[in-house]
Nanobody, 123 residues
Framework: VQLQASGGGLVQAGGSLRLSCAAS????????MAWFRQAPGKEREAVAA????????YYVDSVKGRFTISRDNARNTVYLQMNSLKPEDAASYYC?????????????????WGQGTLVTVSS
């Protein structure tokens, strides 16, 4: 499975961005997709996840009510709509694909990773 993330950029605090992650290859084997983020000097943290078939979603508390993860199965694409962005949301955002069930927020639950897309939030 190959993942291609896009959509990052510079935005003012309070603004919005939509990230996209296009999956290709053996996508039928994917059970769950997720977005993680990593700021300089910090560990990679889970932001949101969605099951590929049922569309069940998960969010870290800090983004609930502001971010929305969604998927388009026909396009093999997962989106992260980010609203009301805060300076603390600034990071490189990575999409990831899991082939089996596991804790949605654990890095080790995911087998495939896309390249990061940088989100910068100015205050």
């Amino acid at each position: 499975v190959q993942l291609q993330a896009s959509g990052g950029g510079l935005v003012q605090a309070g603004g919005s961005l939509r990230l996209s992650c296009a999956a290709s290859g053996r996508t039928l084997s994917v059970r769950r997709m997720a977005w993680f983020r990593q700021a300089p000097g910090k560990e990679r943290e889970a932001v949101a996840a969605i099951t590929w078939n049922g569309g069940v979603t998960y969010y870290v508390d800090s983004v609930k009510g502001r971010f929305t993860i969604s998927r388009d199965n026909a396009r093999n694409t997962v989106y992260l709509q980010m609203n009301s962005l805060k300076p603390e949301d600034a990071a490189s955002y990575y999409c990831a694909a899991a082939l089996s069930s596991g804790y949605w927020y654990k890095v080790e639950a995911y087998t495939y990773w896309g390249q990061g897309t940088l989100v910068t939030v100015s205050s």
